[in-house]
């Protein structure tokens, strides 16, 4: 099925909107913090509506193969499972500790149960869809090193830090004409991370050695 047309797409929306919705509620997933609606309920009923609108879709597109409308029965406990004991959490302490621990046991043993009766049609996709996660994970990460701090002086140590290593790493592998014995001079120089004047690159790998 393709994702942009027909009823798959305004499902991708439906999902995108909720999962934005469940996303942005991720810090009051446990305790409620002061204005707007409550945080767990905002949290876990998106949380449902998403895997809800994935059944769904399922249900859709395996009206004509019985071998997967078999799979996507035998995967709906694990749905209910995971989302329901969620939608019922809306407790404190112990109570609701247990709850979300259910919740996870739950849909992963249920996900074990339920077999692997899906279609993989194209493994290069997943691989793709696998690399993205892992670039926006990346930049996230700076975002949130640079969100810790007020004045930001540590994105900058950062930046600086990968343009002395990459000055340093140019220069032993003799690239621009370089040799392992040329001494590291100027930017590089200050922004790498070994910062004792005249030491040649050789020297300062030895040296991280």
């Known amino acids: 099925m393709r994702a942009d047309e027909g009823v798959v797409r305004v499902a991708m929306f439906v999902a995108m909107a909720v999962m934005f919705v469940c996303a942005i509620t991720i810090p009051e997933a446990f305790d409620d913090l002061p204005g707007g609606l409550y945080g767990p309920a905002v949290f876990a009923v998106c949380y449902f509506l998403f895997r809800l609108t994935r059944i769904v879709m399922f249900w859709f597109v395996s009206r004509n193969d019985p071998g997967l409308r078999r799979q996507v029965r035998r995967f709906v406990p694990s749905m209910l499972a995971g989302t329901v004991l969620l939608v019922a959490s809306q407790t404190i302490g112990t109570t609701q500790t247990l709850l979300w621990l259910a919740a ?13 009766g899906w279609r993989l049609n194209s493994a290069g996709h997943f691989a793709g869809r696998h690399g993205l996660i892992i670039i926006v994970a990346l930049g996230e990460s700076i975002v949130s090193i640079g969100i810790g701090v007020a004045e930001l002086p540590m994105i900058l140590g950062i930046i600086m830090m990968s343009l002395g290593l990459k000055k340093v790493l140019l220069s032993v592998g003799g690239g621009e004409g370089h040799t392992i014995a040329d001494p590291i001079y100027g930017l590089p120089l200050i922004a790498s991370p070994d910062q004792t004047a005249g030491s040649s690159s050789g020297a300062r790998i030895q040296a991280a050695r």
Do not use: M
């Open 104 to 116: 996870l046991v739950g849909d992963y043993v249920g996900t074990l149960l339920a077999g692997n």
